[in-house]
């Protein structure tokens, strides 16, 4: 399972209503039980909200007017130390309710067709995301959902062609900017390819290339201590590692944290007795951006000459893969056919 941080975690708009740029808008939100205070609007940038406003509540109302770049996803909160409540605006007079006992669950958001839709979205199982894009090719919802929730499984034709479905008013926005990108780096990473070497720092503080671990079946792992997900597997790998280290396995950890000790407190605690590595740069870690890392955990095998095998093996299906590679491997070492 991956894990979607922090959380994210969209009615159909017309394709004029969705040329981007900056644009004046207006939000007047009320917040029942809550009398003063501020509310605080944060822009999504790269899987982080980032405070960009604050306004007064003054009797349990507050407003927002101001220049955007609309539409566009944005969040609102009343504690900048816990997730937002995710908002698509628009160029249009947005009213925001809320309960100051349970600000998330309770915020009821009128007048955004984008974050209608995206909420419809929410509330769906197996959504065919073609399908999607094509009953809704102009919202800029489709185009979120599309980087957010899809491109870490596709590759990069499937990246493409999902782009190519929605509208022309949506080929320049950020999400579709973001997508062409990476697709054009996914192209550069998947098997076959040989692994683009790069460098990164050891918990001694020592550069290590990803090269310099070339010699075995090497698993890149990107995870991070503070991804659920990621502590969850941890185990299997460890036994993986176990079982076929010595035959010809290793294991690189690069790691997605920002603060070093919880990286530590991670590696120790889930006993991951393999080279690991980070910058300490969350989800700008030049190695994730390298590969076109959007979800962790993510793995790509690289065979011993430096050469991507498969990616996002887990479990099972890593067992088998080692099992086949390095029999194989033991195989033609000793002339056998």
């Avoid at 039980?33 to 306004?55: C, E, H, M, P, W």
């Avoid at 062609?161 to 999400?175: E, G, I, M, R, T």
């Avoid at 790069?198 to 070339?214: A, C, H, I, Q």
């Avoid at 605690?269 to 993510?298: C, E, F, M, Q």
Wanted: hydrophobic letters at 35%; aromatic letters at 10%.
């Amino acid at each position: 399972m991956k894990t979607y941080l922090s959380i994210l975690s969209l009615l159909a708009c017309t394709a004029a209503t969705f040329a981007q740029g900056n644009k004046n808008f207006e939000l007047n939100g009320h917040i029942n039980g809550l009398s003063a205070g501020k509310v605080y609007l944060q822009r999504f940038d790269n899987k982080a909200f980032i405070t960009i406003d604050s306004a007064e509540i003054t009797g349990g109302n507050y407003q927002f007017k101001t220049r955007l770049k609309l539409p566009e996803l944005y969040g609102l909160t009343i504690d900048q130390n816990t997730s937002p409540v995710y908002i698509f605006l628009e160029d249009r007079k947005i009213t925001v309710t809320s309960d100051t006992s349970s600000f998330n669950k309770s915020t009821q958001v009128t007048g955004s067709a984008s974050n209608d839709l995206f909420y419809s979205y929410k509330k769906q199982k197996d959504v065919n995301i073609k399908d999607f894009i094509t009953a809704n090719p102009s919202s800029i919802a489709s185009a979120y959902i599309l980087y957010r929730d899809y491109s870490y499984l596709l590759n990069s034709q499937e990246l493409l062609a999902d782009v190519k479905l929605l509208a022309p008013s949506l080929q320049n926005s950020s999400y579709v900017t973001a997508l062409k990108e990476l697709a054009e780096t996914k192209s550069k990473v998947e098997p076959g390819h040989k692994a683009l070497d790069f460098e990164s720092t050891d918990p001694d503080g020592k550069r290590v290339k990803l090269s310099d671990n070339y010699g075995k079946y090497l698993l890149v792992s990107f995870w991070a201590a503070w991804c659920p997900d990621c502590r969850r597997e941890n185990p299997e790998l460890v036994k993986t590692y176990q079982k076929y280290h010595d035959k010809g396995f290793d294991v690189l950890g690069v790691s997605l944290d920002k603060d070093k000790a919880t990286w530590l407190k991670g590696i120790k605690n889930d006993n991951l007795t393999w080279k690991h590595v980070s910058d300490l740069a969350y989800w700008n870690s030049s190695a994730a951006k390298l590969y076109g890392v959007r979800w962790i955990p993510s793995n790509f095998l690289i065979s011993p000459d430096g050469t991507i095998v498969a990616q996002n093996l887990q479990g099972d299906e890593l067992n088998q893969q080692l099992e086949e590679l390095l029999n194989s491997s033991t195989a033609a070492k000793s002339g056998k056919k």
